[in-house]
């Protein structure tokens, strides 16, 4: 068995049909949106990128900004053994410095080193320093409380470190040799000549080791307190981050100066900030100390780095930073309004992109800010920047303020912007398959009154009325269905007349034809009997007359019946009169005696004639006259008269005698007829000779003997 077709209504069809082409068109549109978005977005965001930056160049003093950016070069470490600090001075302006061990956070004192002086340390003495001056090797004591100073001793120059073992009131001088010096006795003893001249050495009391920096500054070394030998040396690098990936790799470390904390048993050495330094594996890290010796902690950085922060919070953005560009491509940053894990220290550093040192140079050159792409940054992720110059009094540019944003930040508006443009076009899209299921309904409708009353149409209720008003066209289809329905229905009700009309005529046919069989009636008398009966219109049936005959052992019974107008009402009768009229005949024989009194009681109104056929002669029962005619041999016809049924009506030689509705044509009958046989022949010839279409008549035509 097939499985049906599917076929979809209208309302899936328009539903299939316009929901994607409106989809297709919904997202087109939302595409264009969001791309014309993404752009305003974008520009939106350069906008504000450069508003941001222009307002923080144009409040920063670049005097102030030098100040903070300006490294601050150390000349030389000591601890002071009396109080928790290192001493330091500050080479470009020669103040002495207070400096926390524990973070390394910085206050500059009012203490000056006296000029030419380049190098400090410990005394022996509480609140002094040991100042020298390494050219000539002058020692000086030095003040901590006043500032003021003595001399001291002197040393062969020239000098390049100084390291003092407090317990032992001994000073260690490295130049191109190593010396002692007891600080009691002020005595000299000459230790060894040195392959190199060491940065700067320093005593380690806890372990008793006198340590001294390489030559270049990269290296850490082991000297023997007793000889200056080297006993050990290590590599100074980078300590590796907790988070390292697998391929890291430490970096070489040059410090300018350094010195021992037994507090935390690690050197604490400097180059433009404070590290720490694991004697026994040389890794140095920062972890702990305050960026820029504390300066970020001064009032000069806070000044413009909270109103930055307040910048930074209200627009939304990533980073907001002061930086110098050194060396093309080196970037130290200056003031940082980020607060958290992601702050810039100040004087930190960091490389530029390839692909920005070109707009950067630009921008210190010529003055021109400059605004990046987005671009990937190995430390801070994916960022769009801005940078605009800050100009100094003359109007060069000295640095830049630069403004980030995180990527996440942009595609958080975009997805923002994406999500509403979608949004809007979901909502169309189910504004439009709710309007195209509403005009599918509102068409469907009208279409399904139209298809239930083909439906009933079709079943033959053909009284249908399609009420639709709108649409116009359903309107008119449906108008158009009633007309055709009505108009079928009066056809078909024609039809179903005429076809009724030609059923009934058929049947009427049908029975008139059966009828006409019933009692086994001839059309002809048989072959060799003196007598011949039928129709004697040519062309025409037997049972085109109620008249009629049936034979029975040699004898015929014939009747002639007036015909009537319904031919079905003739059948019949002829029918009931021959099983009638056979029935006698079967029952009494050729006894003209016994038929005669049933005969003459049966169908008297409306038989006209019977007659009894037999070999002997004829035996005629007439109701009216001119039923029976006599033809002689030479044609004359003539009216005859029947005597009573139980005598028989004899005939002369070579004369017929015919039996015959009134006004049949007699005289036509001109063929004479002799012997057996005769009047078959001359019916034959009379029929032949009557022309067609004429009255229906039934004759019987009796021959005489020859």
Same mark, same amino acid.
């Given at each position: 068995m097939s499985r049906p077709a599917f076929r979809l209504t209208l309302q899936g069809t328009?539903?299939?049909?316009?929901?994607?082409?409106?989809?297709?068109?919904?997202?087109?549109?939302?595409?264009?949106?969001?791309?014309?978005?993404?752009?305003?977005?974008?520009?939106?965001?350069d906008h504000k990128l450069m508003a941001v930056c222009s307002t923080t160049a144009s409040f920063l003093d670049p005097a102030d900004h030098a100040k903070l950016v300006d490294p601050l070069p150390l000349g030389g470490l000591s601890r002071d053994p009396s109080d928790n600090l290192i001493w330091g001075y500050d080479v470009n302006e020669g103040r002495f410095l207070k400096i926390r061990p524990t973070d390394g956070f910085a206050i500059v004192t009012p203490i000056k080193l006296p000029k030419g002086f380049n190098n400090i340390a410990s005394g022996i003495e509480k609140n002094a320093l040991l100042v020298l001056d390494g050219a000539t090797g002058q020692m000086k004591l030095l003040s901590t409380i006043t500032g003021e100073t003595t001399d001291a001793f002197r040393l062969e120059p020239p000098i390049t470190g100084l390291a003092t073992d407090n317990p032992r009131g001994l000073l260690y001088a490295s130049g191109r040799t190593l010396d002692r010096v007891d600080l009691h006795t002020l005595q000299v003893t000459h230790l060894r000549e040195l392959p190199e001249q060491y940065r700067d050495i320093s005593f380690d009391t806890k372990h008793q080791i006198l340590?001294?920096?390489?030559?270049?500054?990269?290296? +850490?070394?082991? !000297?023997?307190?007793?000889?200056?030998?080297? #006993?050990? %040396?290590?590599?100074?690098?980078?300590?590796?981050?907790?988070?390292?990936?697998?391929?890291?790799?430490?970096?070489?470390?040059?410090?300018?100066?350094?010195v021992y904390d037994p507090a935390s048993d690690r050197m604490i050495g400097t180059s433009t900030s404070l590290v720490s330094v694991n004697w026994q594996t040389g890794e140095v890290s920062t972890k702990g100390f305050l960026p820029g010796f504390g300066r970020e902690q001064g009032p000069i950085y806070l000044r413009y780095a909270v109103p930055m922060r307040r910048i930074t919070n209200r627009t939304? +953005?990533?980073? !907001?930073?002061?930086?110098?560009?050194?060396? #093309?491509? %080196?970037?130290?940053?200056?003031?940082?309004g980020t607060v958290g894990d992601k702050h810039s220290p100040l004087l930190s550093q960091d490389v530029l992109p390839e692909s920005e040192i070109a707009g950067v140079q630009r921008l210190l050159t010529e003055g021109t800010p400059h605004i990046t792409a987005v671009r990937a940054w190995e430390k801070w992720g994916l960022l769009k920047s801005a940078f605009v110059p800050i100009f100094d009094q003359l109007g060069h540019p000295v640095a830049m303020a630069g403004t980030d944003v995180d990527i996440t930040t942009i595609r958080?508006?975009?997805?923002?912007?994406?999500?509403?443009?979608?949004t809007f076009g979901a909502a169309l899209l189910v504004?439009?398959?709710?309007?195209?299921?509403?005009?599918?309904?509102?068409?469907?409708?009208?279409?399904?009154?139209?298809?239930?009353a083909a439906?009933?149409?079709?079943?033959?209720?053909?009284?249908q009325h399609v009420a639709v008003r709108r649409p116009r066209e359903l309107h008119d289809l449906a108008h158009a269905f009633s007309h055709a329905t009505a108009t079928l229905g009066q056809s078909f009700h024609e039809l179903r007349d005429a076809v009724t009309a030609g059923r009934a005529l058929r049947d009427r046919d049908a029975l008139v034809q059966r009828l006409s069989t019933v009692g086994a009636l001839a059309a002809t008398a048989p072959a060799g009997s003196p007598w011949a009966w039928g129709v004697l219109a040519p062309g025409r049936e037997p049972a085109g007359s109620s008249s009629g005959a049936t034979m029975h052992d040699g004898a015929a019974l014939v009747w002639l019946h007036c015909p009537m107008d319904d031919a079905v009402g003739t059948a019949a009768r002829r029918a009931e009169i021959a099983l009638t009229a056979e029935a006698l005949l079967r029952r009494h024989g050729p006894d003209a005696t016994r038929l005669a009194a049933p005969l003459g009681r049966l169908f008297a109104g409306e038989i006209d004639l019977w007659g009894l056929l037999t070999p002997?002669?004829?035996?005629?029962?007439?109701?009216?006259?001119?039923?029976?005619?006599?033809?002689?041999?030479?044609?004359?016809p003539a009216v005859g008269a029947a005597p009573d049924f139980l005598t028989p009506l004899p005939a002369a030689s070579g004369e017929?005698?015919?039996?015959?509705?009134?006004?049949?044509?007699?005289?036509?009958?001109?063929?004479?007829?002799?012997?057996?046989?005769?009047?078959a022949a001359a019916f034959a010839a009379w029929r032949g000779a009557v022309p067609a279409g004429g009255p229906v008549h039934f004759v019987v035509v009796v021959a005489s003997p020859s």
């Open positions: 328009l539903l299939l049909g316009l929901l994607p082409v409106l989809a297709v068109l919904i997202i087109t549109y939302a595409t264009h949106v969001y791309y014309a978005l993404n752009d305003l977005i974008m520009e939106g965001f340590w001294a920096l390489s030559e270049h500054g990269d290296e +850490l070394l082991d !000297l023997d307190p007793a000889d200056g030998s080297v #006993r050990h %040396q290590v590599k100074l690098v980078t300590e590796k981050p907790a988070d390292a990936p697998a391929a890291w790799q430490p970096q070489p470390v040059s410090l300018v100066v350094f939304n +953005l990533t980073f !907001l930073y002061t930086q110098l560009v050194r060396n #093309r491509d %080196q970037i130290t940053y200056g003031i940082d958080y508006e975009t997805r923002r912007a994406l999500v509403i443009t979608f504004l439009a398959g709710m309007l195209s299921y509403a005009i599918a309904r509102q068409l469907n409708r009208p279409l399904a009154l139209i298809k239930a439906l009933r149409a079709a079943a033959g209720d053909y009284e002997a002669g004829v035996h005629v029962l007439a109701r009216r006259p001119g039923l029976v005619h006599r033809v002689t041999a030479d044609g004359a017929l005698i015919v039996l015959a509705h009134a006004g049949s044509p007699v005289e036509r009958l001109t063929v004479p007829a002799t012997g057996a046989g005769g009047a």
